[in-house]
């Protein structure tokens, strides 16, 4: 069966510390893999998208890589802020499989 | 612009009970899912819209769950004889398919609480 595994549920890093987190899925073979922020309360938001033929993507301090090979994402917040602390979530496919998440604290 | 709207935010409901949930897409999106977010479950999906195609319902846990799009826009999500197992926050998303990319933009859910 399909699955998506987030690395771990939770992470704590510093401010200013780079949080990376793992994305790895089985049994998929997606065009393109997908990032969302969610905070408590709220809705997913939407931000990043790599394609398969895309080995890396940036936007201001995220960087997300994806490795088809592997079967897996990296997504990466540099010089984390307190207002980076939320859930992250992985998701593929149109109608979207999701990860469980992780959730990352910034500690100031 | 507005982005997606849910009504209700929050709505408690008595075992047995049908309830309906409306979800207002981004002006012009094709694109319309509902999903489902359970404590320690995570998001699943639901049902799809795609403009005028029939919807895909390969989601939807039981027979007691529906939803319909009125004239390519709003949807309702309704559920009958609820359950307390249908206890979630349910999402609904738009996209605009015809845009490369297909992210999806969210709204911020209705909290169903069934006692």
């Known amino acids: 069966s399909q699955k998506i595994e987030q690395n771990s549920e939770a992470l704590n890093i510093q401010e200013g510390k780079t949080a990376t987190l793992t994305c790895n899925y089985t049994?998929?073979?997606?065009?393109?893999l997908q990032w969302y922020r969610q905070d408590p309360g709220r809705g997913p938001v939407f931000l990043l998208l790599?394609?398969?033929?895309?080995k890396e993507k940036r936007k201001e301090r995220l960087k997300v890589t994806f490795d088809t090979t592997l079967k897996q994402s990296l997504f990466h917040i540099t010089a984390s802020q307190p207002a980076d602390s939320a859930t992250y979530l992985c998701?593929?496919?149109?109608?979207?499989?999701f990860g469980a998440g992780t959730t990352v604290t910034v500690r100031a | 612009g507005a982005g997606v709207s849910q009504s209700p935010s929050n709505k408690v409901t008595e075992k047995g009970k049908d309830v309906e949930l409306r979800c207002d897409p981004i002006?012009?999106?094709?694109?319309l899912y509902w999903y489902r977010q359970s404590l320690g479950q995570g998001l699943e999906f639901l049902i799809y819209?795609?403009?005028?195609?029939?919807?895909?319902k390969s989601g939807l846990p039981s027979d007691r769950f529906s939803a319909e799009r009125t004239g390519g826009s709003v949807s309702t999500l309704t559920i009958q004889r609820t359950q307390q197992e249908d206890s979630a926050v349910y999402l609904c998303?738009?996209?605009?398919?015809?845009?490369?990319?297909?992210?999806?933009?969210f709204g911020p859910g209705t909290r169903l609480t069934v006692t």
């Open positions: 998303a738009s996209s605009d398919r015809d845009r490369e990319g297909y992210e999806q933009y």
């Open positions: 790599i394609r398969e033929n895309e």
């Open positions: 819209f795609q403009g005028n195609s029939a919807p895909d």
């Open positions: 998701a593929l496919g149109g109608k979207l499989s």
């Open positions: 049994n998929y073979s997606p065009a393109y």
């Open positions: 002006s012009g999106h094709t694109a």
